[in-house]
């Protein structure tokens, strides 16, 4: 059975591609997951004089409400500027923010096909031998993208670049407004910690750095071998504090019930390994503050995800899955980081 | 749990009649399912507990707050609702004890939260 998307897809492309004829979009399929944009996968074929090429690409397109409201633009720019460096991410091949295409915004790239991504696989059993391969290899790539110069790559001129002082205080806001704006019931806890938070200020920035937004497990592809091939979901990315990256995984609600850092190791090893990476260090107050303030962007994104839900924005199972579990795990993380529980 | 669980029910009994829909590609209804079981899942887990919960939340919540009052009305959302105003009051007798420097009634009320999270926990629960 054709997608419904396919023929458009393949007027999109044939578009694109004037040296192409006879383009077609197979095998298209919805990918799980996506709260923030709906992932597909497919193959597109076309004919190029007398040869006939292939590839596998992943259409990404935004949906009527997101989990997280981004700029498919920026999210654009960080995968290119990564592209080809010792940060592995796809490759990025059209950006489309006309909505006649395909009735909402979309990029597509290029798949890169073979390997995993699920925690629940990662943490089956069948991957224990390769998991301190897989960690090492988490934080030293989380390392590269913290060493980065943005300016070098240009992603100044799509991210708005604060001040080193500024940093903290400018993603606090940010968050506390979305909650403001989303919460369908008061957070107590959550409430707290924000208290807390702009009671006592982290340091400046060591440096300004590109953060992904979202770098946990889950949000990579890994191999059996314990390599990771490609690093994803960059539509929270933004230019801040290199520890704001490194903290949101040491956020307990990403150990997936294992007590380690991503489900992987010590804490400790895996800030060592990043501060080898990066060449940064990672003091122990700042991170602190980090991963507190990631606990409370964590809650904006559930409490959003529920937002979009009873609004009527996006009636879609994904958006209360992620509402469900971890609301309250995210408020026993707050507990945890600030000592009580 | 929010959102409110007759809700989801009422979207995911839609989502089970599209899924039924003979278009519906394979991939897509599978999917559709797979997280439709595991909010169901979810949804039975909460269901017999939850007013006893409420309920039990609500008078520790009085008795921290000096407030008299009894749930006499045991549809859900009516005591999610007095469990929300309450909770708000919850904030601000926090902030107030704060700003006046009163740690044993910072410790009642962060001792309440705590119990609070465990009423909440799930068997799936990250944390």
């Not at chain 1, 059996?224 to 704001?244: S, T």
Request: net charge negative; proline share 6%; glycine share 8%.
């Amino acid at each position: 059975m054709t997608h419904p998307l396919a023929p458009r897809v393949a007027a999109y492309l044939q578009s694109r591609m004037p040296g192409a004829s006879e383009v077609a979009v197979e095998s298209m399929e919805r990918i799980s997951g996506g709260a923030s944009r709906e992932t597909y996968r497919f193959v597109a074929r076309w004919r190029e004089g007398a040869a006939t090429r292939e590839r596998r690409m992943i259409l990404r397109r935004d949906p009527p409400a997101s989990l997280i409201d981004t700029e498919r633009r920026v999210e654009f720019a960080a995968y290119r500027a990564f592209f080809g460096s010792s940060v592995p991410v796809p490759e990025m091949l059209w950006l489309e923010e006309d909505c006649g295409p395909l009735d909402h915004p979309f990029f597509i790239a290029a798949e890169v096909a073979g390997f995993q991504a699920a925690p629940q696989l990662l943490f089956s059993g069948l991957y224990d031998a390769v998991l301190p391969t897989l960690a090492r290899r988490k934080w030293t790539i989380l390392g590269e993208i913290a060493k980065a110069d943005p300016f070098a790559l240009g992603l100044d001129k799509v991210m708005a670049a604060p001040v080193p002082e500024a940093c903290w205080r400018r993603e606090l806001d940010h968050w506390e407004a979305v909650l403001d704006r989303d919460e369908a019931e008061p957070l107590p806890i959550t409430r707290a910690a924000i208290r807390w938070l702009r009671a006592n200020p982290p340091p400046p920035a060591q440096k300004i750095s590109v953060v992904h937004g979202d770098y946990r497990t889950g949000n990579f592809l890994f191999d059996e071998a314990g390599e990771i091939h490609g690093v994803l979901d960059w539509e929270m990315a933004h230019l801040g504090d290199p520890l704001e990256d490194l903290a949101w995984g040491l956020n307990p609600v990403w150990a997936f019930g294992r007590g380690l850092a991503g489900g992987l190791l010590a804490q400790a090893e895996a800030v060592a390994i990043w501060e080898r990476a990066s060449g940064l260090t990672a003091d122990p107050a700042a991170l602190h503050w980090w991963i507190l303030f990631n606990c409370v962007k964590g809650q904006g994104i559930w409490v959003g995800s529920a937002a979009a839900f009873n609004t009527g924005g996006n009636r879609e199972p994904i958006m209360i899955y992620p509402a469900w579990w971890l609301l309250n795990a995210q408020e026993r993380a707050m507990l945890k980081v600030m000592g009580r529980l | 749990m929010n959102p409110e669980v007759p809700a989801v029910l009422m979207q995911l009994a839609a989502v089970v009649g599209r899924c039924a829909a003979p278009d519906v590609p394979e991939a897509e209804r599978a999917s559709d399912l797979a997280i439709t079981a595991m909010l169901l899942g979810l949804a039975a887990e909460v269901w017999d507990g939850a007013a006893a919960k409420l309920v039990e939340e609500n008078r520790a919540l009085r008795a921290l707050l000096g407030l008299a009052g009894a749930d006499d009305d045991l549809r859900l959302s009516a005591l999610k609702a007095e469990n929300d105003r309450l909770r708000a009051g919850l904030i601000a007798a926090q902030i107030a004890a704060e700003k006046a420097g009163d740690v044993g009634r910072q410790e009642a009320i962060w001792a309440e939260l705590v119990r609070a999270t465990e009423r909440r926990l799930l068997s799936v629960s990250l944390v």
